[in-house]
């Protein structure tokens, strides 16, 4: 419940500290006071959008502050989930800079806006009067029955096979779309294919057809230098190897009688031996290496190949190539097995739609059965209501294919006339027979919901007299049911019901215009409903009124 509301630097209010009690509440005010600018405080704890506009002016920042008492209320699961400290009392507090950063607190812990949202609505009810629009709207009459036939769980349930169903639907869906493209592109895909595996393409090979090319195209060249190498080292006049050869020998003659010619003639005969070595490989490359066009043409043209290839896919090796040839086969692999894998797919959609079918059908049963309860409810409390002749009926239909909601459709239709047609609320009930409809809904859904803050925002609209006595019953009753009910309101009948009367005021100083909240004294109490009850001048019988209505003696 809430226990008090701090705002500093909103709008018109430069400070405002208020503490509220349990049961049902009211605050008063004449229009332009400043009840709207508390309600767009409550707002920003909701994790509503913060506007800069908003903050008062000169002021660095604004901040928002609420004190819940949650100790009957079983949160501390939220709490646990979101990893935030849980304590009895729960601080929600919002403050927006005038750069426009804003902030959210959640027991002094830094939170998203997104855990105040929905620790908000936990805690707090806000009908403002563009509420009553959400009579007409599927989702909210939807959500009415749901709250009635306990389908929390169930409706979880459903929207997680919904969601389950909708992305292999999705998948499904892209599958198809891959396999027409991929088929529309299988034939170039198998000519590209075809074009590579003909190359018979290795990695390494253009390399080696290059070297290749280099020479066979100077064969002439190197065989011509091999040779005159050939003849430097091994001609038998003037050849390098037998004049070593004959050196060796020479030293070796002189081994006896001159001891250094041992180690000379042991290193001229290593280098002799390693000199003859590469001698006969040069002869050897020499008688290997031939001029032959037919194969330099054959080496030309596997490399024209190779090249044209490498043009035409914009890669620089063959190694790409291969790799090409390798991805080729994988998309035609890939196509070929479209067909089955759309097929399991399919099976697989199918399965979980019959499954979202069978939720649904949980959903509907639930739903059909509160539908019957809304209409037996809205009938006897719209009754006392002033509307004797109501009459109120969910009608329920079938969606062509389940939704994020269920299956099902729904409409209220309402008349409070004996000889009107049922129709839509929004189609012929009156701005205060919407407001009534919309109270009575409240006040049966607020029974099957622990929800323990509501704020009414002149839901009394078009409204008076002994009517507006009923509402206040209504709104009375709520508040007794371990549940806090705050009325804004400018109806005296429903003022005088309030177990506290808060007043919204404003003054005025030479700079500025300032918003207040202060809790009347029973003295204050009968002034303000006179006040109400005659307008400006304050009459005897006028505080004569207020007093029979708050029930105080002259």
């Not at 403050?95 to 002094?108: T, W």
């Not at 190949?305 to 190694?319: D, E, N």
């Not at 019953?473 to 400018?490: A, K, L, P």
Request: net charge negative; hydrophobic share 40%; proline share 2%.
């Amino acid at each position: 419940m809430l226990r008090s509301l701090y705002i500093q630097n909103y709008a018109l209010i430069e400070k405002l500290d208020i503490s509220f009690e349990t049961g049902f509440s009211v605050i008063t005010g004449e229009t332009g006071a400043g009840k709207s600018i508390i309600l767009g405080a409550i707002g920003l704890l909701l994790g509503q959008r913060a506007d800069v506009k908003a903050i008062r002016q000169g002021a660095s920042k604004c901040v928002i502050e609420a004190r819940f008492d949650i100790s009957a209320y079983e949160m501390r699961p939220f709490f646990e989930e979101n990893e935030l400290e849980y304590e009895e009392e729960c601080i929600l507090r919002r403050e927006v800079q005038a750069s426009g950063k804003s902030r959210a607190f959640i027991n002094d812990t830094p939170a998203s806006l997104t855990q105040m949202k929905e620790l908000g609505e936990q805690l707090i009810d806000v009908h403002s009067q563009h509420q009553n629009l959400l009579l007409n709207k599927e989702g909210f009459q939807l959500n009415v029955l749901d709250i009635l036939a306990h389908n929390d769980d169930a409706l979880t349930d459903y929207r997680l096979l919904y969601n389950g169903w909708k992305q292999l639907d999705k998948q499904l869906d892209e599958w198809i779309a891959r396999a027409e493209q991929s088929k529309a592109d299988e034939d170039y895909i198998r000519f590209q294919l075809e074009q590579l595996e003909e190359a018979n393409l290795s990695d390494g090979e253009q390399e080696e057809l290059e070297q290749e090319s280099e020479t066979l195209s100077h064969a002439e060249e190197i065989k011509a230098g091999l040779y005159r190498i050939e003849q430097a080292f091994a001609a038998d006049e003037g050849g390098l190897l037998p004049v070593l050869k004959e050196s060796v020998g020479s030293l070796l003659s002189l081994q006896k009688v001159y001891q250094p010619a041992v180690e000379l003639g042991e290193r001229m005969q290593s280098a002799y031996i390693e000199l003859k070595d590469i001698v006969d490989e040069v002869v050897a490359q020499g008688e290997n290496v031939e001029f032959n066009p037919i194969r330099l043409d054959e080496v030309n043209d596997r490399l024209n190949l190779i090249y044209s290839l490498q043009q035409k896919h914009r890669v620089q090796t063959v190694q790409e190539l291969v790799a090409l040839r390798e991805e080729y086969r994988d998309k035609l692999t890939t196509i070929s097995s479209f067909d089955d894998r759309i097929a399991a797919l399919t099976a697989q959609r199918d399965a979980q739609y019959n499954k979202v079918k069978r939720q649904a059908a949980l959903l509907t049963k639930a739903r059909t059965a509160a539908a019957q309860e809304v209409e037996r409810q809205m009938a006897l409390r719209l009754m006392p209501l002033g509307m004797p002749n109501v009459r109120f009926r969910v009608e329920m239909g079938t969606r062509k294919e389940p939704g994020v909601q269920g299956e099902d459709t729904v409409s209220f239709l309402f008349s409070a006339n004996k000889n009107g047609s049922l129709q839509n609320i929004s189609s012929v009930a009156s701005g205060g027979e919407i407001a009534r409809v919309m109270l009575s809904v409240k006040a049966m859904i607020a029974g099957a919901v622990k929800l323990p803050t509501i704020v009414f925002d002149e839901i009394d609209t078009g409204v008076s007299g002994e009517i507006a006595d009923r509402m206040a019953d209504i709104m009375q009753e709520m508040g007794e049911q371990n549940r806090q009910v705050i009325s804004i309101t400018h109806l005296p009948q429903i003022a005088a019901r309030g177990s506290a009367h808060y007043k919204v005021y404003k003054r005025d100083n030479d700079t500025e215009t300032n918003s207040h909240i202060r809790r009347l004294t029973n003295e204050e109490r009968v002034e303000e409903i006179a006040h109400m009850l005659s307008g400006a001048t304050l009459t005897e019988a006028a505080l004569s009124n207020a007093k029979a209505l708050l029930r105080v003696q002259s």
